[in-house]
Nanobody, 126 residues
Framework: QVQLVESGGGLVQAGGSLRLSCAAS????????KGWFRQVPGKEREVVAAINWNGGSTYYADSVKGRFTISRDNAKNTVHLQMNSLKPEDTAVYYC???????????????????WGQGTQVTVSS
């Protein structure tokens, strides 16, 4: 069973930055499509950013476009989410997700992903 482990969450003031990282436990998942989602209590989990197998295509939710950057390092089997100019409304639990397969497409819904991390809390104070 593949495990995804997120790190880098925490408490930050509005306008600050955080960098989330996600490492996969199996080397064979280094090229798989990956994404970052977030969830607040009482709301559906929503996609924040997604990236295809080689980083050639990326997607950002409108709410984070221009502030967040998704990237991947296949040699290190990791995917990152650089979050700048954070706002209180970015407060959520952030989840890393991975598909079983690698491809050129971008995947945007929860059902498209096969493996999930445990989540990391990001809290932005005003």
């Amino acid at each position: 069973q593949v495990q995804l482990v997120e790190s880098g969450g925490g408490l930050v003031q509005a306008g600050g930055s955080l960098r989330l990282s996600c490492a996969a436990s199996e080397r064979t998942f280094s090229n798989n499509n990956k994404g970052w989602f977030r969830q607040v209590p009482g709301k559906e989990r929503e996609v924040v950013a997604a990236i295809n197998w080689n980083g050639g295509s990326t997607y950002y939710a409108d709410s984070v476009k221009g502030r967040f950057t998704i990237s991947r390092d296949n040699a290190k089997n990791t995917v990152h989410l650089q979050m700048n100019s954070l706002k209180p409304e970015d407060t959520a639990v952030y989840y890393c997700a991975a598909r079983k397969s690698a491809g050129t497409r971008i995947y945007l819904i929860q059902a498209d992903y096969d493996y999930w991390g445990q989540g990391t809390q990001v809290t932005v104070s005003s």
